[in-house]
C-alpha cells in the first residue's frame, strides 16, 4: 500500500516537492502517493490533524506555516527549537506529532556540494526571516569565522542575534555599514520573488565572492544578475538546498537518504524547460 505524504502552504501551485519526492520514491523503490494542498492560515491546524487521523505518514511544510507548525508539534528537534521553524511533520506510534526543520542542513549540503563553504569563511547572511533563522545554527557549527546578518527591517536582524549569539561569532549591521569583502553573501530574503534586490556597497562583493540566493528560478534571478554585475563570478540559486532539503525530509520519514545528483539534474532540466 501507498504511504500519503503532502506539502501544505499557501499558496502551493508552484511547489515542486511532489515532483522531487516522487523521484526520490522511484530511486529507492518506495511506494509514495504525494499531493500538493494550498492550505489557508485559519484552516492550517485542522488541516494537519485531519491528514493524520485519515492515516498520512508525513507533511511537508513551506510559507507562510513554518511557524505555526512548530507551535503544533509535540516533540521537536533540538534544530527545530533552536529555529523555532519546522518544515517536517510525522507522527509517532503513540500519535505524537514530531517536528524537524531541515532547511539549515540542506543549505549546508549544497553551499558544501559547490565548494562554497570553507572553514574560515567570512560570511553575509541577507534576511532575518524563517529562512536565515532556520540557517544561522548549521552555518556556525560549519566552522566559520563569521556572520554578518542584515535585514530590510534591521531590528528583526538585531532580534535574530539576541536570540542566537551563544551559538558563535554572530552580528546585525545596517546594510550601509558594511566595510569589507564576505567570502560567501546569501540570500535568504524574499526579495527576488518580487523582481527585487536588498542593495549591497561594492566593498561587500570580491571576485572571490561566492554569492548563493535560496530563491530558485529556470532564469538567473535579480539578486544573482546583481552580484554578477559586480564581477562575481561563483554564484548558485536555491535549488539545491530544495532537494537536500527535501532529502533530509525523505531519510526523516523512510529511515534511507535518497541520492540528490541525478534528482536535482532533473529538477533543473524540466524547470528550464517550462521556461
Ligand atoms: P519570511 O519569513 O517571510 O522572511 C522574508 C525575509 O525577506 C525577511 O527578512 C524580509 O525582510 C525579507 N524581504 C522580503 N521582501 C524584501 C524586499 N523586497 N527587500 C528586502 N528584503 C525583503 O520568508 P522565509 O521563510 O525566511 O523565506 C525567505 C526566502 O527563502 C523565500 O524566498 C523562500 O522561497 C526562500 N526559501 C528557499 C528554500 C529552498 O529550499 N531553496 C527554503 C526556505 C526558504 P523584513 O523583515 O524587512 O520583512
Redesign the pocket.
Known amino acids: 500500500m501507498k504511504r500519503q505524504f503532502a506539502v501544505f502552504g499557501h499558496p502551493i501551485g508552484h511547489s515542486l516537492s511532489p515532483h522531487i519526492h516522487r523521484l526520490f520514491a522511484e530511486q529507492c523503490g518506495d511506494a509514495l502517493d504525494y499531493q500538493r494542498q494550498d492550505v489557508g492560515v485559519a484552516d492550517f491546524a485542522d488541516a494537519v490533524l485531519s491528514f493524520f487521523a485519515a492515516a498520512g505518514s508525513g507533511l511537508n511544510i ?3 506555516h ?1 511557524e505555526a507548525a512548530y507551535r503544533l508539534a509535540v516533540v521537536r528537534s533540538a534544530r527545530a527549537e533552536c529555529a523555532r ?1 519546522v ?1 517536517t511533520l510525522w507522527q509517532d506510534a503513540q500519535g505524537r506529532l514530531h517536528g524537524d526543520t531541515t ?1 539549515g542542513a ?2 549546508c549540503a549544497d553551499l558544501q556540494r559547490l565548494g562554497f563553504l570553507t572553514a574560515s569563511a567570512r560570511v553575509l547572511l ?9 540557517v544561522v545554527e548549521p552555518l556556525l557549527a560549519a566552522g566559520i569565522a563569521r556572520l554578518d546578518l542584515c ?3 534591521p531590528q ?1 536582524a538585531y532580534d535574530l542575534v539576541q536570540d542566537m549569539r551563544h551559538l558563535g561569532t554572530l552580528r546585525a549591521l545596517p546594510v550601509e555599514e558594511i566595510d569589507s569583502a564576505y567570502d560567501l553573501v546569501i ?8 523582481g ?3 542593495a549591497l556597497p561594492p566593498v561587500a562583493l570580491a571576485p572571490t565572492t561566492a554569492c548563493y540566493d ?3 528560478s529556470a532564469q538567473t534571478t535579480p539578486f544573482l544578475a546583481a552580484c554578477q554585475a559586480q564581477g562575481v563570478q561563483r554564484c548558485s ?3 539545491g ?2 532537494v ?2 527535501a532529502a533530509e525530509a525523505y531519510a526523516l520519514w523512510w529511515g534511507r537518504r535518497p541520492q540528490t545528483a541525478a534528482v536535482l539534474s532533473a529538477v533543473r532540466a524540466d524547470l528550464r524547460a517550462a521556461l
Open positions: 513551506t510559507v507562510p513554518k521553524s518544515n532547511d540542506g543549505l541577507l534576511g532575518a526571516g524563517g529562512a536565515a533563522r532556520a535585514n530590510r527591517t528583526r540570500n535568504a530574503t524574499a526579495a527576488s520573488l518580487h527585487e534586490v536588498m535560496m530563491v530558485y540559486d536555491g535549488l538546498m530544495l537536500e532539503q
